[in-house]
Antibody, heavy 116, light 109 residues
Framework: EVQLVESGGGVVRPGGSLRLSCAAS????????MSWVRQAPGKGLEWVSG????????GYADSVKGRFTISRDNAKNSLYLQMNSLRAEDTALYHC?????????WGQGTTVTVSS | QSALTQPASVSGSPGQSITISCTGT?????????VSWYQQHPGKAPKLMIY???NRPSGVPDRFSGSKSGNTASLTISGLQAEDEADYYC?????????FGGGTKLTVL
């Protein structure tokens, strides 16, 4: 079964850091680009960051540029998002998604809450 | 990286057809044939319904179709069914990122 499972979310104070992980299974991980997409409570989808199959190309939304870093370990079939200098507006459910012809596989997400 | 523009809500009766628009610019929707559409039911992860403007992934009913003209993409759902009631989001690749629309709530009357 093709599956993505996120972990690493939690409650963090403003200015703090978190590292999200996404474990992939059921497909050849290094054949695909991957993305992180977040959804604030009651709001729409927001693309956060994307990475190509080998990590050689990355992209970020302006809202997180300079604070978040996406990476992957193809040997571990894993995707990561290092989030630094967190702000209240980063509070959201964070999904990882397989990104090829559209985002065709999604995880259920991990919740990040930034609050003092 | 401005969000694509979608109507906040649309509605239709069972059996009818509805169209959801998604307006961007020549830097996103108009510049690339990489428009996707996603369906999201409450509490669920998004589901890919259309990719590359008009292609349906395996398992998506052919009641769902996509098109594009200039800077505006459209999702049409024909023969509306109760289970189509959901939020719908468009997205487009740009030169260095991906941008989503604000989402459209579809109500089946």
């Amino acid at each position: 079964e093709v599956q993505l499972v996120e972990s690493g979310g939690g409650v963090v104070r403003p200015g703090g850091s978190l590292r999200l992980s996404c474990a992939a299974s059921g497909f050849t991980f290094d054949d695909y680009g991957m993305s992180w997409v977040r959804q604030a409570p009651g709001k729409g989808l927001e693309w956060v960051s994307g990475i190509n199959w080998n990590g050689g190309s990355t992209g970020y939304a302006d809202s997180v540029k300079g604070r978040f870093t996406i990476s992957r370990d193809n040997a571990k079939n894993s995707l990561y998002l290092q989030m630094n200098s967190l702000r209240a507006e980063d509070t959201a459910l964070y999904h990882c998604a397989r990104d090829w012809d559209g985002m065709d596989v999604w995880g259920q997400g991990t919740t990040v809450t930034v609050s003092s | 990286q401005s969000a694509l523009t979608q109507p906040a809500s649309v509605s239709g009766s069972p059996g009818q057809s509805i169209t959801i628009s998604c307006t961007g610019t020549s830097s996103d929707v108009g510049g690339y044939n990489y428009v996707s559409w996603y369906q999201q039911h409450p509490g669920k992860a998004p589901k890919l319904m259309i990719y590359e403007v008009s292609n349906r992934p395996s398992g998506v009913p052919d009641r769902f179709s996509g098109s594009k003209s200039g800077n505006t993409a459209s999702l049409t759902i024909s023969g509306l069914q109760a289970e189509d009631e959901a939020d719908y989001y468009c997205s487009s690749y740009t030169s260095s990122s991906t941008v989503f629309g604000g989402g459209t709530k579809l109500t089946v009357l």
